[in-house]
């Protein structure tokens, strides 16, 4: 799923179509007509027309080849919108070097290739865009053809407003690169970290529902198999004068037994029968964090209410999104804890509460009010895990799933960063706790369930 999602990353460049770009530039070429028929015929400006139109005829080719020799839906590579932008760039650059230089007002369009560069392209790429209009700003700050009119009048700005144009341009340049590559940047992450969390969730209820037919099948082949069984000891029996027969039916009564724990062993992934549609809420907390169990870390479980509690444990529905959710909240917990993780289970009439604590470093604290945002934990709490990339991603995929289910997931300390550094076994790490209204988990009061009734046949 990571490698899905890195993958997306690295070709977010192909999503951009070549129509669109030339529609961009058909704007372009009717706005720069447009300009130079005003300012020729009403401000009677003298300008170099013939070369003029053959800068605007440059884009025009450009366009008209690019609309015959490729179809309209082409998804362009990172080197192809580079080299489209770059011949924009240059091109704008050498209709302004005709009009004034940066005299002219339109100059300020030499942004508009680095904003889309910044959306679309790659940081180093952006950095090529950037740079050479850097340079041609500087350029047409110096060449140019002066701004006539037919009078013979220069039409240009003070040198000190033109130096003044020059420094705009150059931090509008650096301004658009890096704020529209970092909000850019920041809506794809989030956009493909939701992206991670359907596809946790799609799985974890594709195991659940396949859980749910293994468990079916078991049940419903339960006494089949078991009368198959009883037949074949009773042929044994009865076959004690023939042998060759009587092994026939050993056989039968072996494969049989094998049969029945092979479903035993898949029906323990079934969660649809009837019977485990709702589970106790330890129980499921227990079925999350079992994949975790055995990675060298102790875990441990205190289950009990709080005040006001009611005797017995909350009956709440087997959600997938809870499940995988606490899962990755342990993953984090086991990841980072140095020999054990604590997982409390509290509950009272109103709310539902599950605190994982572990005995590791806790969360940094440069990062603690960005803990939950997709891709911030790259080396946030690696402080005892040098070259680990962190669980942002897990920890996003967690707290939206959680949160979907009506929890308030929480993120916090054991201690605070001017106590000493904690001993194995304290529990003084991280500690995250998702809390939830009773009524929002599908809670079954236990006095007050009614029969569930039998499992429907899986019909042939």
Known sequence: MAEQ???SREHRSNWVRLRTLIVLRW?????????LTIAQRLFDLDLNIGLCFMAIGASIVANLVAEFVYPENKRLSETEVAGMLTFDI????GLLALT????????VLILAPVAISAMALKP????????????????LTFNFVPLTTETNEVLAIPDMFLFGFLISITIGVVFLAVYAGRVTAEVHAMSDALTATQMALAREQKLTDLGGVVAAAAHELGTPLATIKLASGELIEELSDQPELREDAALIRDQADRCRDILRSMGQAGKEDLHMKQAPIGAVVREAAEPHANRGKQLHYDIGGGAGALSEQPIIMRRPEIIHGLRNLVQNAVDFACEHVWIDILWDESHVKVRIIDDGSGFSSNVMNRLGDPFVGRKARAGNRPGYEGMGLGLFIAKTLLERSGADVSFANGRTPFEPKPEPGERAGAVVEARWRREGLGETNQAGRAALGANVPIEA
């Open 100 to 107: 004034g230089g940066l005299n002219n007002p339109f100059a």
């Open 124 to 139: 180093i790429t952006t950095a090529w865009i950037s740079g050479l209009s850097v340079l041609l700003a500087v350029i």
């Open 5 to 7: 999602v890195y993958n």
């Open 90 to 93: 240059l091109q704008l650059s």
């Open 27 to 35: 704007i372009a070429i009717f706005g720069q007509l447009a300009a």
